[in-house]
T-cell receptor, first 109, second 119 residues
Framework: AQRVTQPEKLLSVFKGAPVELKCNYS??????LFWYVQYSRQRLQLLLR??SRESIKGFTADLNKGETSFHLKKPFAQEEDSAMYYC???????????FGAGTQVVVTP | GAVVSQHPSWVICKSGTSVKIECRSL??????MFWYRQFPKQSLMLMAT?????????EQGVEKDKFLINHASLTLSTLTVTSAHPEDSSFYIC???????????????FGPGTRLTVL
């Protein structure tokens, strides 16, 4: 069965410090993974998709098939990065997403 | 970017009544829309996949007679919670996929959510 695991419910970091959000997945096929972000009082929005191999707002994420991971990283956290982050996996051809439990990031000055 | 709206943003109803929630893609056509439920401090749980012009596909454990989904046009999907009970109180979120083709290349855009409270 497919599954997305985000082991950390809460990550508290200081401004300027590196931040890494962990995501592990279980999927029998070729995985297609995403990171979504939800800022306070805003709707969920796409942050990164692994096929694009891009850096958005300083965040990067690399798919590691050997470790079945898709960790999200940023070298220098900013206060505006405080938000809820969800790792998600596409599970069918319609684009159905399975979300992890989410990690709340709090960046303190 | 593409915008998805939901209406109403919040609703309070009495137990036993039915509530309809609308999800609209405002500036793009969405052949596929998704309905999620989110409990406080929890993740999104997919309820069903809604395809324009066909019956919705429900996730295991989701009662299709309880949560009626209609995707009558390329820009509108509705979720009707029938005979609502207090345990149906939740945050309901829809998303719409822009375009056709490989799902991973087509971003899903999320609505702002609808807070349902059943008294």
């Amino acid at each position: 069965a497919q599954r997305v695991t985000q082991p950390e419910k809460l990550l508290s970091v200081f401004k300027g410090a590196p931040v890494e959000l962990k995501c592990n997945y279980s999927y029998s096929g070729s995985p297609e993974l995403f990171w979504y972000v939800q800022y306070s009082r805003q709707r969920l929005q796409l942050l990164l998709r692994h096929i694009s191999r891009e850096s958005i707002k300083g965040f990067t994420a690399d798919l590691n098939k050997g470790e079945t991971s898709f960790h999200l990283k940023k070298p220098f956290a900013q206060e505006e990065d405080s938000a809820m982050y969800y790792c998600a996996l596409i599970t069918d051809s319609w684009g159905k997403l399975q979300f992890g439990a989410g990690t709340q990031v709090v960046v303190t000055p | 970017g593409a915008v998805v709206s939901q209406h109403p943003s919040w609703v309070i109803c009495k137990s036993g009544t039915s509530v309809k929630i609308e999800c609209r893609s405002l500036d793009f056509q969405a052949t596929t829309m998704f309905w999620y439920r989110q409990f406080p401090k929890q993740s999104l749980m997919l309820m069903a996949t809604s395809n324009e012009g066909s019956k919705a596909t429900y996730e295991q454990g989701v009662e299709k007679d309880k949560f009626l989904i209609n995707h009558a046009s390329l820009t509108l999907s509705t979720l009707t919670v029938t005979s609502a009970h207090p345990e149906d109180s939740s945050f309901y979120i829809c998303s719409a996929r822009d375009g056709v083709g490989r799902a991973s290349f087509n971003e899903q855009f999320f609505g702002p959510g609808t807070r349902l409270t059943v008294l």
